[in-house]
C-alpha cells in the first residue's frame, strides 16, 4: 500500500515516526485512492516483524459493485510465515558472536511454519 508523503506514519520508530510506548496507541489516517485488495502490515520497529508483528488486510472500495451481494459465506485472509522458536534479537546476537547461533555463523532454517500465527 503506498502512503505519499507519510513518512511519520510509515516509517522508523525514533528516526521519522516517535515510537509508540508499551501500552499506548496510534490511529493511522491515510487515505488510499484506487489501491484495494489485500495486503499485509508489518512493524518497522527492531525485529518484531520477524517476532509475528504482522497481519492481513484487506481494503475495499466504498463502489464495489459486489459489495451487497456477496455469494459467499465468508471472506478469510491466510498468512503464511517461517517461526523461530527464539526471539529474533537473540538469534541476531548470537550470529554475530564468535560462537555464531547453535554453533554456525550461517543464518538458521526456521524450526517451524506458521499459518495466521499458529
Known amino acids: 500500500m503506498f502512503q505519499n508523503s507519510?513518512?511519520?506514519?510509515?516509517?522508523?520508530?525514533?528516526?521519522?515516526?516517535?515510537?509508540?510506548?508499551?501500552?499506548?496507541?496510534?490511529?493511522y489516517r491515510f487515505k488510499i485512492e484506487g489501491q484495494y485488495g489485500s495486503y499485509w502490515w508489518h512493524s518497522?520497529?527492531?525485529?518484531?516483524?520477524?517476532?509475528?508483528?504482522y497481519g492481513g488486510l484487506v481494503v475495499h472500495s466504498k463502489n464495489d459493485?459486489?459489495?451487497k451481494c456477496r455469494d459467499y459465506d465468508d471472506e478469510?485472509?491466510?498468512?503464511?510465515?517461517?517461526?523461530?522458536?527464539?526471539?529474533a534479537d537473540y538469534i541476531v546476537s548470537q550470529l554475530l558472536?564468535?560462537?555464531g547461533y547453535n554453533g554456525s555463523s550461517a543464518a538458521p532454517s526456521p524450526q517451524s511454519g506458521l499459518i495466521n500465527g499458529a
Open 6 to 27: 507519510t513518512p511519520f506514519m510509515d516509517g522508523i520508530a525514533g528516526f521519522s515516526q516517535c515510537p509508540i510506548p508499551a501500552g499506548g496507541h496510534l490511529t
Open 97 to 99: 558472536s564468535a560462537q
Open 44 to 53: 518497522h520497529s527492531k525485529l518484531q516483524y520477524t517476532d509475528g508483528l
Open 76 to 87: 478469510r485472509v491466510f498468512l503464511f510465515a517461517d517461526n523461530y522458536h527464539d526471539f
Open 65 to 67: 459493485p459486489y459489495r
